[in-house]
């Protein structure tokens, strides 16, 4: 098979790098592929924000590995190729009364990209990351070895390999559980936050919602301090529909994406219009309840394709950090005054209540309280992320891998205590030598 | 309105699978057909879209179609004819078994395939035979005359076929893609305002039939580049490097 050169990049378009890309259509091709690779990493759809699937001299693009092999109706467990949208899923299955046990804010994302980065939605707190849902995977170790890896079988490197960043192999196949729905509609109720208290409080008493998220206004400062909109949501039964759409509950409102035609200038993302549309955003935010759509519920931003355009040619990181429970108000508090501070904020800032931890090794929730925010890629910024860093670290947090270009290999460790397990796990198996990113080599993982 | 099953010759290929995942989306029952077992595919399009669709084994270039369709247990209302062969021009002007792969893989197979498709076509309510030729078969280049040419037949085949078929209501398409990113072409530089996806050509294709055309070009703005490179006096293009 002969790889061609693209350049390529996360979703954040920072760091773009010339990659060769091999796009092998079966696990045969694929497992043939590997040997003599070298070092190489796999690349779902893109969609994390970094450096985490590029390899300049070996990047394997899984998405032609996308076949849906078996659906179980009595129990909802379906087995697919790691390279399958779910968006493709979600399209199949949403009509015959299914849905992911977990989602991320995007449908854009491969399954094998969903278990790499063990992926959380608005529903952690109750129902854990998509990886707690996974019955198995087979992983090709590029060593002519396809392993299942389980809880029962090769457990160690199903810990690894869930939220491993594609440091363990290439997933070629997995299984996992769909959960049976009753509508293609959710019931949202929306409460407002005048400040960090306030919005804790709502998450504390809200852990009965299936889904809970906050949009915070990131720039808003002093007695403002994190106030928020806060997003609690449940799938609607059908009887809780009225008439017309209790007839086809499953049916689900056609929508057109636009696309964001040019990279906007840099100007377009001046703190004033960030600050507008931050108070707007809130504003607009009604307290209540509503019934709102599948898709716009869960993946707002699908509807502008190419969205990470908005801030222009130069690019953007994402930045979002975890912070155990009992250190998180004050945690969230300097992080915030930081923010604030340096006046450069995010269109959308995201703060969520976590749940337990998983059982992956280098997976990213804990118990506590995780923010997202985006900038712009200058350096301001990129020193203001320095300086949010260690106040991550001095709370005991950590910062998610698959958001991440441009965390520091010290600052990692700190937050990950099973990274040392991980590299053991890699050198045992000769992993270290085969797969590798750019993310890997910055982050010496 | 599409008539089923739609049998896709040449299922493998990138173009292939897109266009049996935009028919069963469509409702169409499908039959895959292709040199290796691609059974998982069938299981794939049923279980996404939940119509029927199985796989058989098919070679183009077996001189066998008539034995292939007498095997086939159903009539089709749709056949596309996706399976190519862009060889390497240099291997074919060297080793002759190279140059008649080529020809065998894009004319010779394929336009026997079609005839024997339309041998028992007639008839069928709606039926549809779409041919995938190429933008190579508007003018032979030294890069690739040899699939170029073959192409060119092909183009030439199915306009006939289409003329003999219009008054019984056989519906014949020709395709002519420009650049498509898929297993052929992996490994080229392709320029991206030219270049097509293959879920883009398969969508094209399916609307195009449904609206009954005759030839289209994939993407559209093919069509104002090849008739610029029609029209290249043949005394400047033979210096050309194109
Ligand atoms: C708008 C938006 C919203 C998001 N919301 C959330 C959210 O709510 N929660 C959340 O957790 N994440 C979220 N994400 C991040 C996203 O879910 C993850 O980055 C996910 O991993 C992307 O999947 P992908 O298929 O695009 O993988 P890529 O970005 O291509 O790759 C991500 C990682 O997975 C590895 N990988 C991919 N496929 C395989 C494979 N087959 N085998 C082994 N390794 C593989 C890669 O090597 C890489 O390390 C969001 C992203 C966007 C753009
Ligand atoms: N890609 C482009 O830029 C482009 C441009 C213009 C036209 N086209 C045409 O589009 C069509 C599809 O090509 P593609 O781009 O999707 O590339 P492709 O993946 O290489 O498709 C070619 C297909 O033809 C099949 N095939 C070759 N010889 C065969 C034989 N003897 N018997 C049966 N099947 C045979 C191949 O089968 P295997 O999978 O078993 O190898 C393959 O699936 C071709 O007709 C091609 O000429 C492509």
Known sequence: MMPHVEPLSGWGRYPVRDCAVWQPVTAEALHATLPPLGRSIARGNGRSYGDASLNPEATIDMRRLDRLIAFDDASGELVCEAGVLLSDIIDAFVPRGWFVPVTPGTRMVTIGGMIASDVHGKNHHGTGSFCEHLLWLDLDLGDGRVLRCSHQENADLFAASCGGMGLTGMIVRAAFRLMPIESAWMRQQTVRARDLGEAMAVFERSHAWTYSVAWIDCLARGRDLGRSAILLADHAPADALDATRRAEPLARPPRQPRAVPVDLPGFALSSFNVRAFNQLYYAMQRPGEALVALDPYFYPLDALTDWNRIYGRRGFV??????????????????????????????????????????????????????????????ANLALLDRLDAIVAD????????????????????????????????????????????????LEL | MIASPVLILGARSDIGKALARGYAAQGCEVILAARNDIAADATDLALRTGVQARAVLFDVTDGEP????????????????VAGLLGDQAESAAVDAAAQQVMDSNYNGPARYLLAAAR?????????????????????????????????????????LRNAHARAGLHVMTVKPGFVRTQMTAGLKLPPAVTAEPGQVADAIIRAHRARRDVIYTLGRWRPIMAIIRAIPESVFKKLSL
């Open chain 2, 120 to 160: 028992r076509m007639a008839g069928v309510p709606g039926g549809c035979i779409i041919g995938i030729s190429s933008v190579a078969g508007e003018r032979g280049r030294a890069s690739n005359f040899v699939y170029g040419s073959a192409k060119a037949g092909f183009t030439a085949f199915l306009s006939g």
């Open chain 1, 395 to 442: 709370h005991g947090g950590r910062i998610y891998l698959t958001k991440d270009a441009r965390l520091s290999a010290p600052m990692l460790a700190l937050g990950y205590p099973g990274l040392a397990r991980f590299r053991e796990l890699r050198a045992q198996h000769g992993l270290d030598r085969r797969f590798s990113s750019l993310l890997s080599q910055r």
């Open chain 2, 66 to 81: 008539d034995r292939f369709f007498e095997g086939l247990g159903a009539i089709p209302g749709t056949v596309v004819m």
């Open chain 1, 318 to 379: 994402q930045y979002q950090c975890v912070l155990p429970l009992a250190e998180s108000e004050r945690g969230l508090r300097r992080l915030l005054e930081a923010i604030a501070t340096a006046g450069s904020g995010s269109f959308l800032a995201v703060l969520k209540r976590m749940g337990p931890a998983s059982f992956g090794l280098l997976s990213f929730p804990m118990p506590g309280y995780t923010l997202a925010l985006d900038f712009p890629a200058t350096p």
